[in-house]
């Protein structure tokens, strides 16, 4: 016990030594320090505020000083950038943006220190009632933007959703909010810090476009240097590094006492700065720079070439680029301001040896409490780790997997083992060399963590998206001994954002006229294809109803019924005639639908217009043509019509006497000649008296004015004079006639004359176009459904199917050539289908070429009304060949009655 007491004292005595003789040398080194400081001018990238603050507190609360430095702080010079400052060796430091990145690729020698903030402050700002809320509003608008800084984050933003630059009318920054408020440009690029604040000081409500909502989100201020000054004095650079990142976590911790040294600054009260905006900016400022999540000034050389990858995207950095040197690596020599703790912590030494003694007893107890309590730390460990939503692993250096959690599984859609992969393994081929370079960062030492979003390989489907925290799994000792991943399931949102992006492409890039309204029926966006079609610009018509397109030619009701649909959850699809900004017209069948949100209600309505005013033109033509060509066919059948009885009496005079001349009823010629040109004269005659009424037939049908005078008919009777007039031209040209008619026919109710002419007409094509040798039947009867069928067949040339569809037609000639065989105007056949349907028959014709033609029409069942009688005028004889000449026939006994047309020239 003595023993240990004397072990005790000689250690506080050897304490006491080390403790003074530290002393002595601290504060000799102290005082050769106050004489050397170096001077040092940074330069800002703006006027004094929090942006800048903790610079502030590195000088104000001696960081700088302890780090051997005498640091001046300069604003930004009107007209210069920091770049220029520090490249120019004005200033040894600076405070720059993205920018800085663009500079170093394109030839200047500047090195990055320390991103301070890690997200980026630019924004585009712009006022509510403007209803820019989306990158695609802008189109059409104003935008102010930077012309000598490129910001790079508002052409990412623009080149990820396809709208082009061109689309957007941009104007050079004046770096002033005033042109927002007073409504000389739509939005306007800005700093997070203080631009939102300032709108609303001014009674103004903000509407905000971040980058980093639409996966843009680059390194802000940047801490940097020359290439030349990071290489002459490179402690010196890292210890101005350590004294601003110290200064910036004092401010952030300081918040009100760095506020009120900046408002003493020259020219922060002047610019209208109080202390509640500098709290704002301040808040703001801390979200930038993300503390919690990132250390102070953390540089990760990935995420500057994700930058650079983008940059290039948007045409500003070519692909083959070289970060090389711009990074700055730091170094391990201890700055000459802390030389004296070295001698501090030798004395200390001395009193830890004395402590040793005491604490060496208690270390047995701690270490068997502490075993304890590792255990439970454990199974709490693995309670966590097991039970957590998001998916967890953990690997060895070598990147093989040595732990993962069931979500890990449930994400991959695998319950195997994971222990022989490696986590890079399990990564998608086009993410692996990224994966592979933030793991070799990560296991280094280079970075402490790193975010990423990559593709993972799905079993029994495609890949799925996770957002990766990686970081350094360490032992007690602080060696990294693996890396721990925890990893978000993002697949759904990647799904929806793609979604977007394509279906945002497809509008603007509609050729169809687009509308987006709200519930209410306020416009909230319009493609570029409604600015070509109306003539109204975007911004004109945001936030009103598209009511002014009305023509005020289409009714109320049919607006009525539109909205009626779409509130309902329909579509709505029709014509209307909308009106352009000058005044004219346009034709659009339009698609009007409603579009539901997540919860099922609908939020929005879309229109889509295709402009059809083309079509219609070409419908209202068509419409006039034909109604044009049916008031001329009017007109030429009702003068036919009228014309009958002065066209029929001269022809009726001239065949009336030339058959008188040639039966010499006065007394003998004199010349046989003459009885020939008298003969010539009559058969001419009869041809074009044929031929007129024909024409005065189907005219008079045409023109509604032929009516049927009907009686009871007995078809016996009709076929068997039909058959008598025309048999002497078929006797003369050597064609055999049979006729068939059933016994006890029944009589029909119609027009025996218009009968007759029918039976005629397909005759007399029959025995037309029948060769010598030949036969023409004519038969009738009752079929099963009690309809009577009458049907003329002929054993002659017959006719293909297009030439029945002439034959069908009016003035229609199979054989029209200058040498054809046989006359007729080709008005038979028509004229006899037409006067079936007038009977309310069926007509049909069937024919093969080189067999025959088969002519049937069918009388309904209506029209039979009783068998037949006993006949009360003889069947023979002068009375039953004596054609009806109502209608112009002749008066000879043997002249056939309009019996013109044919079945292959009709």
């Known amino acids: 016990m003595r023993r240990s007491r004397e072990i005790y004292k000689t250690g506080i005595i050897h304490g006491a030594f080390f403790i003074l003789l530290a002393t002595l040398i601290v504060s000799g080194a102290l005082r050769a320090h106050a004489q050397q400081l170096d001077e ?19 000088q104000i609360k001696g960081f700088y000083r302890k780090a051997g430095l005498d640091v001046k702080i300069e604003e930004a010079r009107p007209g210069a950038l920091p770049i220029d400052s520090v490249l120019g060796g004005r200033s040894q430091f600076g405070v720059a943006g993205p920018e800085l990145l663009n500079a170093r690729v394109h030839g200047e020698p500047v090195v990055a220190l320390a991103p301070i903030f890690q997200h980026s402050p630019t924004i585009i700002i712009s006022r509510k009632k403007s209803h820019i809320t989306t990158p695609s509003d802008l189109i059409g608008r104003t935008l102010m933007l930077s012309t000598s800084n490129p910001e790079a984050e508002v052409r990412s933003i623009l080149f990820a959703l396809a709208i082009p630059l061109n689309k957007i009318k941009v104007v050079p920054h004046s770096w002033n909010l005033e042109a927002l408020i007073n409504g000389d440009v739509d939005a306007m690029t800005a700093y997070s810090t203080d631009a939102p604040y300032i709108l609303r000081r001014r009674n103004m409500t903000p509407e905000i476009i971040r980058p980093q909502d639409y996966g843009v989100d680059f390194y802000g201020d940047t801490l940097f240097t020359s290439e030349d000054f990071a290489t002459r004095a490179p402690e010196e650079v890292e210890a101005f590094r350590r004294a601003s990142i110290q200064g910036w976590d004092y401010a952030l911790k300081h918040q009100d006492e760095i506020i009120r040294y900046i408002l003493t600054l020259p020219g922060v009260v002047e610019r209208g700065f109080d202390a509640a905006q500098l709290r704002f900016e301040a808040n703001a400022t801390r979200q930038l720079i993300d503390p919690i999540k990132v250390g102070i000034g ?26 090389d040197g711009f990074f700055f690596k730091g170094v391990s020599t201890v700055s000459k301001t802390y030389l004296f703790w070295a001698v501090g912590i030798l004395g200390g030494l001395g009193v830890l040896l004395i402590l040793s003694y005491v604490w060496a007893f208690q270390l047995r107890r701690a270490v068997s409490e502490k075993t304890a309590s590792l255990a439970q730390s454990e199974e709490r460990f693995r309670a966590i780790f097991d039970g957590a939503s998001s998916a967890i692993v953990t690997t060895d250096l070598g990147g093989r997997l040595t732990r993962w959690n069931d979500a890990f599984r449930t994400m991959l859609n695998d319950d195997g083992e994971f222990s022989q992969q490696r986590h890079q393994d399990l990564v ?20 402490p963590t790193q975010r990423t979003e990559i593709r993972y390989l799905r079993k029994g489907g495609g890949p799925c998206w996770g957002e990766v925290r990686l970081s350094a799994l360490r032992a007690e000792n602080n060696a990294i001994i693996g890396s721990i991943a925890a990893i978000n399931d993002i697949t759904q949102r990647k799904q929806s954002e793609e979604r977007i992006r394509v279906m945002g492409g497809a509008l603007f890039n509609s050729p169809n006229m687009v509308i987006v309204t709200d519930t209410a029926g306020s416009i909230e966006y319009v493609n570029p294809m409604f600015t070509t079609l109306t003539g109204y610009d975007a911004k004109e018509v945001i936030g009103k109803n598209p009511r002014f397109l009305q023509s005020g030619e289409t009714s109320s009701e049919v607006y009525a019924a539109m909205w009626r649909t779409i509130k309902a959850g329909r579509i709505w699809q029709g014509e209307l005639k909308d009106r352009r900004k000058d005044g004219s017209y346009f034709w659009s069948s339009v698609s009007f639908f409603p579009i539901a949100g997540n919860d099922g209600q609908i939020s929005h309505f879309v229109a889509m217009h295709q402009d059809i005013s083309a079509r219609k033109r070409a419908q209202k033509r068509v419409v006039e043509a034909r109604e044009q060509a049916e008031i001329a066919n009017r007109a030429k059948s009702e003068l036919l019509a009228n014309m009958s009885h002065e066209l029929r009496t001269p022809l009726n ?12 009823v006065f007394g003998e010629i004199g010349h046989p000649k003459y009885l020939e040109y008298v003969a010539d004269i009559q058969t001419s005659g009869h041809h074009l008296l044929d031929l007129i009424t024909d024409i005065l037939d189907v005219s008079a049908i045409e023109a509604g004015r032929l009516t049927l005078q009907e009686h009871p008919c007995d078809m016996e009777k009709i076929i068997s004079a039909a058959s008598r007039l025309v048999r002497p031209r078929a006797q003369s040209g050597g064609i055999e006639m049979r006729t068939h008619v059933v016994a006890d026919i029944p009589l029909v109710r119609g027009d025996e004359r218009r009968i007759k002419q029918i039976l005629l007409n397909l005759l007399s094509n029959a025995v037309k176009f029948t060769e010598r040798g030949g036969v023409v039947s004519v038969s009738c009867s009752v079929n099963t459904d009690g309809e009577m069928v009458v049907s003329i067949c002929d054993t002659g040339i017959g006719m293909d199917a297009h030439g029945l569809a002439i034959a069908k037609s009016e ?46 029409f069918t009388l309904p069942r209506e029209r039979i009304i009783a068998q037949p009688h006993a006949p009360d005028a003889p069947q023979g004889g002068e009375d039953a060949r004596r054609p009806d000449t109502s209608v112009g026939a002749p008066s000879t006994p043997t002249a056939p009655m309009a019996v013109n047309g044919a079945a292959g020239e009709s």
């Open 40 to 58: 040092i001018r940074l330069t800002l990238k703006w006027k004094h505020q929090f942006q800048f603050a903790g610079y502030y507190a590195a």
């Open 298 to 323: 953390h540089q990760n050389p990935l995420r500057w070439r994700a930058m650079a990858n983008q940059y290039v995207d948007i045409g500003l950095l070519p692909s083959n680029y070289s970060l």
């Open 428 to 447: 998608h081929p086009d993410d692996l060399e990224s994966v592979q370079n933030i793991f070799d960062a990560i296991v280094s030492g280079q970075v």
């Open 653 to 664: 005079a001239i065949i009336g006497f030339s058959q008188m001349i040639r039966e010499q």
């Open 811 to 856: 003035f229609g000639q199979v054989d029209s050539g200058l040498n054809r065989k046989n006359d007729g105007a080709g008005l038979g056949l028509p004229l006899t289908i037409s006067l079936v349907e007038l009977h309310g028959g069926v007509f049909s014709i069937d024919s093969t070429l080189g067999v025959g033609t088969t002519a049937r």
